[in-house]
């Protein structure tokens, strides 16, 4: 009952964020795909487990929307990173990259990434309480976008992240390096910390309001209403039509 109160309200929330990113009459009659010579570039951080989220925005969500995209999936875990990589092996506009994504690298470019129990949920560079660990290589996400030398212009940017804890220093470095501006869709619930270290996440919580960063859920629990799904869909189309509405005025 609990989780179906919140998909209502969560059904507000698209609407409320539709109407006020395009406007009312796109939102009551009008659903846009992305016109040929604009693709759209998609992150995914913290694949886990399975990379459900990934494989739905690959398999379906995308395809509906435009016909030309990338997607990269970060996973640390190597068993899940190997898991990911024969999974969309087909898949030449998916890219999988096993590292943990931190602010600050140590000197011999590894963390220990501490790991939880179940599908790999729970796996942090931040629970040091965990016993079990495995080494992996720590890349910071603004040198390895800046080592790919990515085109923003012209393509709409989309990124969804669940990485246990470490979501706070994904978004500083991106703000603090000049690529948020470039990210037109935020998603995730981004709650882990509170769970770490709770006044950390007060100041990650102040800090994304500041910057006027506002991610929309999509996680493994949204699969278990297909309206969930829905809405995560509408709220990218959103982000989508939002962003060429953009890319319209500057052409």
């Keep these: 009952m609990i989780i179906l ?41 913290g694949t886990h487990k399975d990379a459900k989220e990934l494989s739905l925005m690959v398999n379906k969500i995308l ?9 990269y999936g970060f996973e640390a875990i190597q068993e899940y990173f190997l898991q990911a990589q024969k999974k969309f092996v087909n898949k030449k506009n998916v890219t ?4 943990a994504l931190c602010y600050v690298i140590p000197n011999n470019g ?31 996400f603004s040198d390895w976008l800046r080592e790919k030398n ?28 000049g690529f948020a501006k470039h990210i037109d869709g935020y998603y995730g ?5 509170s769970k770490i270290d709770i006044q ?28 969930r799904l829905r809405c995560i869909e509408y709220d990218i189309r959103t982000s989508v039509q939002a962003t060429l509405r953009k890319i319209k005025k500057f052409e």
């Design 200 to 227: 950390r996440y007060e100041e990650f919580r102040d800090f994304l309001a500041k910057n006027q960063i506002f991610p929309f859920t999509f996680n493994g629990r949204d699969f278990l209403f297909p309206l």
């Design 5 to 45: 109160i919140d998909t209502i309200i969560l059904f507000v929330r698209v609407l409320y964020r539709r109407v006020s990113k395009v406007g009312l009459l796109k939102t009551l009659f009008f659903t846009q795909t992305v016109p040929n010579g604009i693709s759209i570039l998609y992150f995914d951080l």
């Design 110 to 140: 590894k963390v220990k990434l501490y790991k939880g129990t179940g599908d790999g949920l729970g796996s942090s560079i931040y629970r040091t309480d965990y016993i079990e660990y495995e080494e992996v290589e720590a890349i910071r």
């Design 150 to 177: 990515f085109i923003f212009k012209n393509r709409i940017c989309l990124l969804r992240m669940n990485i246990e804890g470490s979501e706070y220093d994904v978004i500083m470095d991106l703000v603090n390096n």
């Design 189 to 193: 619930m981004w709650d882990d910390l």
């Design 96 to 99: 999988i990259i096993q590292a």
């Design 63 to 71: 395809p509906r929307i435009c016909e030309s995209y990338e997607a």
